[in-house]
T-cell receptor, first 122, second 107 residues
């Protein structure tokens, strides 16, 4: 059973960088035809897709965040990471990592982490 | 960006009721549509992918259909554990987008 666990500071000051890591267990991050993705959800709002990374390190980002976001993967540690710079209070949200199952005919988020609350405040 | 809408935004149901939620995409997305259930303080849980395929382990009282721009999620006989918020998500085009959610609560 694949499990994902987010980790990182729960409190970030405005204008600084939010850094989160997702650790994958129960399977190799490099095996299978999967992508790895970040999603965030402000309190009381719908989820927002942040971006994704392939096992070869190719990325795709939400254009609304692209200038501030970097997603990377470390296959040796079975982890992938999110960095978001120049954060403001609007970036306060629960951040989830998830696995993307994909092929020519399907694309869906099947396993999710439990989420971690990142609060931007001085 | 593809905009996703859902209706209703909320509904009240009694255990055993049949519940139907609709989701509409602002442009055709073929069958690249997922449905998620989310309970307070929990991560979204995948129920349906590819518009109508039940995820492993999800009870068969959940079903879904649709293609193109219009989709539905049906709970045939709602159970106490089904009271939650339901989101649709399109995975046809980047950026991937979610609907605003439908909250199902107890009447």
């Amino acid at each position: 059973q694949v499990q994902l666990q987010e980790s990182g500071p729960g409190l970030v000051k405005p204008s600084q960088t939010l850094s989160l890591t997702c650790t994958v267990s129960g399977g190799s991050i490099s095996s299978g035809d999967f992508y790895w993705t970040w999603i965030r959800q402000p309190a009381g709002k719908r989820p927002e897709w942040v971006g994704r990374v392939t096992i070869s390190g190719l990325t795709d980002y939400n254009p609304s965040l692209k200038s501030r976001v970097t997603i990377s993967i470390d296959t040796s540690r079975n982890q992938f990471s999110l960095k978001m710079n120049s954060v403001t209070a609007a970036d306060t949200a629960v951040y989830y990592c998830a696995r993307v199952a994909r092929s020519n005919t399907y694309y869906y988020f099947d396993y999710w982490g439990q989420g971690t609350l990142a609060t931007v405040s001085s | 960006d593809i905009q996703m809408t859902q209706s209703p935004s909320s509904l009240s149901a009694t255990v055993g009721d049949r519940v139907t939620i609709t989701c509409r995409a602002s442009q055709g997305i073929s069958n690249y549509l997922s449905w998620f259930q989310q309970k307070p303080g929990r991560a979204p849980k995948l129920l349906i992918y590819s518009a109508s395929t039940l995820q492993t382990g999800v009870p068969p009282r959940f079903s879904a259909s649709g293609s193109g721009t219009d989709f539905t999620l049906t709970i045939s006989r709602v159970q106490p554990e089904d009271f939650a918020t339901y989101y649709c998500q399109q995975t046809y085009n980047s950026p991937l987008t979610f609907g605003p959610g439908t909250k199902v609560d107890i009447k």
